[in-house]
């Protein structure tokens, strides 16, 4: 799995910058072997300037080299990676999710309410319920992962542990990852306070 990721985002990376060098023909990628420059940059710095005596003085500031500019990600791919990156983890979580918190947490639940599902409904990825925008950080703190005590699963709080309970942290990991790459729906605060 997390190979499958870095193929991903190493795939996509390439793709940003075999993309941005097309458009830039005009800067040379940084090793390109330039041609010839009569004066290297070295140089041209104060260093040299001061040798010739008297005229520190009077020459203007040493502005600095032009600097290649690296070139922009294209942000709908950086987007697509993180997302890529929170699914990927999703899909390793997700035995553990359906173990734990699918009877209460799913439509076809076999102790699902309307209340449950309101506050977390894990039929579909995303999530649904009143927590989505902030439903990485809520889940880490329903099972304990955060300075609280665990909550969850109803009745039966601190029962997911050992590779269950680290899968689901990876995911909620990517999750944050994505949503401070700005790769989630704009959202306002969790509104629900409980
Ligand atoms: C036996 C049923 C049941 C199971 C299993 C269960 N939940 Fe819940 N869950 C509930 C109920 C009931 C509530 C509403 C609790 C309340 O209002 O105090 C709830 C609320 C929540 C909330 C909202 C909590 C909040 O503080 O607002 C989250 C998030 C949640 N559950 C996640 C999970 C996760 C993750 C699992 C699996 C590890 C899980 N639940 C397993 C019944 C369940």
């Not at 795939?11 to 830039?24: N, P």
């Not at 542990?161 to 790459?181: Q, V």
């Amino acid at each position: 799995m997390v190979k499958t990721l870095v193929t991903l985002v190493t795939l996509v990376t390439l793709g940003a910058a075999a993309g941005a060098g097309c458009g830039s023909t005009a800067t040379p990628a940084p090793n390109t072997p330039a041609a010839p420059v009569a004066d290297p940059p070295m140089s041209a710095g104060p260093v040299a300037s001061a040798g010739a005596a008297g005229s520190v003085a009077a020459s203007p500031a040493p502005t600095a080299p032009p600097r290649a500019e690296p070139p922009a990600p294209d942000p709908a791919q950086v987007k697509a990676a993180l997302l890529a990156g929170e699914t990927v983890a999703w899909t390793a979580a997700k035995p553990a999710f359906d173990k734990a918190c699918a009877s209460c947490h799913t439509k076809a639940g076999k102790k699902a309410a309307k209340k449950k599902l309101d506050h977390f409904d894990m039929t579909s990825y995303p999530p649904g319920g009143h927590h989505t925008a902030t439903i990485g950080y809520t889940i880490r703190e329903v099972l304990g992962l955060t300075d609280k005590p665990a909550t969850m699963p109803y009745g039966k709080p601190g029962t997911v542990k050992g590779e269950d309970l680290a899968s689901i942290k990876a995911w909620t990991d990517a999750w944050e990852t994505a949503e401070k790459g700005g790769a989630h729906p704009p959202h306002g605060p969790d509104k629900d306070a409980d």
